[in-house]
């Protein structure tokens, strides 16, 4: 027999009914609410990002548009800064190759394919006008050129190369005459052990692609691609990048570290900065690839 219930007990249970439908529709517009939050967020991010990376790479082309309109002739030293000239080059020209491949379909790492390799070569251009005589002084200080933002990455790779980089670090005094020198070759050694370390010649010997230098080792190019290869990345643009931005820093090294040039111990503070970060950041760059 059906069960008789008054009208009271039956206008609460359809307010009851009427709660929980208006309490479903609550969570779902609170669902909806909440995704739509998280879309607005996740857009703006990308928009942030991508302001923030068109500004960067409006840096780079001002930058380098200093570089093309200045006589390389003008320069005291010739044939150093015509040597350092094209390697700014090449690497800005190897930026825009890399930049023409990259797809975020292919689930890309945007950091080391874009990112990075943008700040490699800002820093290259940047480093390059301001030794050449078209400084900008960008509000740092004396302070600033004992700060250091990869002593972590380099201790946890070797002892030797923190040691070495801490050296270089405090080599970076406006009043040593000899201190873009002390700096660079410094810098030389611990970019040179921070590949060798990850990509040992007996490791890269073993690869079916192995090039060989003329002193009978792995080549350096192999060794990036090796490098490339633990990460799982496959790009013919970033291996000729990274091999572009080693011999940038390898000539800027070279040359400001070399005697015969007699350029190494004049530099001012934003020069001297600049020279840190461009290193600095270099070694941060081959770290990623290590990681």
Known sequence: MARR?????????????VNKQKQAVNKYNQHVRNYNNKVRQAVNKYNQEVRKYNANRQ???NAFNQVRNRPVHTTVHVKTYSNLHSSTELLRYSYQQL????????????????????????????????????????????????????????????????????GAIHS???????????????VREIFIGLIDIHAPDQHVATLPYCEYNDSGAPSRRTK??????????QSDSLEIFVENDVKDL??????????????????????????????????NFIGQLTV
Not at 5 to 17: E, G, T
Not at 225 to 232: A, I, V
């Open 5 to 17: 219930i008054s009208i009271s007990q039956y206008n609460n249970m359809v307010r009851q009914a």
């Open 59 to 61: 840096k780079l082309i």
């Open 99 to 166: 930049e023409q491949e990259y797809s975020p379909d292919n689930s890309q790492d945007e950091n080391l394919m874009l990112d990075l390799p943008l700040r490699e070569a800002t820093n290259s251009v940047f480093l390059y006008n301001s030794i050449t005589g078209r400084d900008q002084d960008d509000g740092q200080g004396e302070y600033d050129l004992q700060k250091t933002v990869i002593e972590d990455l380099l201790y946890r790779t070797s002892k030797d190369l923190g040691d070495r980089w801490i």
């Open 172 to 186: 970076l005094n406006p009043n040593n005459p000899e201190a873009a020198r002390h700096f660079c070759t410094s």
């Open 224 to 233: 990036v691609r090796y490098l490339l290869s633990n990460k799982s990345i």
């Open 250 to 283: 390898m000539e800027l090294l070279y040359t400001l570290s070399s005697g015969t040039h007699g350029a190494a111990g004049k530099f001012d503070i934003p020069q001297l900065l600049k020279l840190k970060k461009r290193a600095e950041d270099a070694i």
